[in-house]
């Protein structure tokens, strides 16, 4: 079993920066994938991010690309969503998740780990 813990949300304007950070325990860091999900008001919860085992791949939403880069400390036992350039569409609950794998992979049902969620809105 992995737990997983963000943080690092809040109230940004736009064109501004954040960086969440998803601490993880229970479980060798680097035997699993790592995600960042986020899901607005009234909307399905959608993939933003992804990062393989090592930190050598990753793979973006088309929406989130060239703004925003995931990163992973597996000495740390924690991945990283920095965000830039932020927009108000970018308003929502981010999650991290965790999974076996393949890394790229963009649905839900593929993580099996999930944090609580952190609120990030950007102000227009």
């Known amino acids: 079993q992995v737990q997983l813990v963000e943080s690092g949300g809040g109230l940004v304007q736009a064109g501004g920066s954040l960086r969440l950070s998803c601490a993880a325990s229970?479980?060798?860091?680097?035997?699993?994938?790592m995600g960042w999900f986020r899901q607005g008001a009234g909307k399905e919860r959608e993939f933003v991010a992804a990062?393989?085992?090592?930190?050598?791949?990753?793979r973006y939403a088309d929406s989130v690309k060239g703004r925003f880069t995931i990163s992973r400390d597996n000495a740390k036992s924690t991945a990283y969503l920095q965000m830039n350039n932020l927009k108000p569409e970018d308003t929502a609950v981010y999650y991290c998740?965790?999974?076996?794998?393949?890394?790229?992979?963009?649905?839900?049902?593929?993580?099996?780990?999930w944090g609580q969620g952190t609120q990030v809105t950007v102000s227009s």
């Open positions: 229970g479980r060798t860091f680097s035997s699993i994938i």
């Open positions: 998740a965790g999974g076996r794998g393949p890394y790229y992979a963009v649905e839900t049902n593929s993580y099996d780990y």
């Open positions: 990062i393989s085992w090592y930190g050598d791949s990753t």
